[in-house]
Nanobody
Framework: QVQLVESGGGLVQAGDSLRLSCAASGRTFSSYAMGWFRQAPGKEREFVAAISWRGGSTYYADSVKGRFTISRDNDKNTVYLQMNSLKPEDTAVYYC?????????????????WGQGTQVTVSS
């Protein structure tokens, strides 16, 4: 059973930074790509960033490119999302998810395991 637990969310002001963490259980963490998604109130869940199994490839949504950085530590079974220059429109519940294989994918349908989410609120 794969369990993903996000942490690091909170209330910040526009322009501030936050780092989200996602700790994964199980021995297969390093074999899979990982992704971050977010869902704002009244909106569909959307892709934010993804990283390949060894961290060699990353991919970002245009809305966060240049501000967010995804990384992973396979020794700690943890994936991170460093969020800089936060904007009010970044306000959402952020979810980490495990991909179906080792390579980066952006579609929600390719992610089978999800965390419970962590709230990020950015005030103007």
């Amino acid at each position: 059973q794969v369990q993903l637990v996000e942490s690091g969310g909170g209330l910040v002001q526009a322009g501030d930074s936050l780092r989200l963490s996602c700790a994964a259980s199980g021995r297969t963490f390093s074999s899979y790509a990982m992704g971050w998604f977010r869902q704002a109130p009244g909106k569909e869940r959307e892709f934010v960033a993804a990283i390949s199994w060894r961290g060699g490839s990353t991919y970002y949504a245009d809305s966060v490119k240049g501000r967010f950085t995804i990384s992973r530590d396979n020794d700690k079974n943890t994936v991170y999302l460093q969020m800089n220059s936060l904007k009010p429109e970044d306000t959402a519940v952020y979810y980490c998810a495990r991909g179906a294989g080792p390579t980066v994918v952006t579609g929600i349908k390719y992610y089978a395991y999800w965390g419970q989410g962590t709230q990020v609120t950015v005030s103007s």
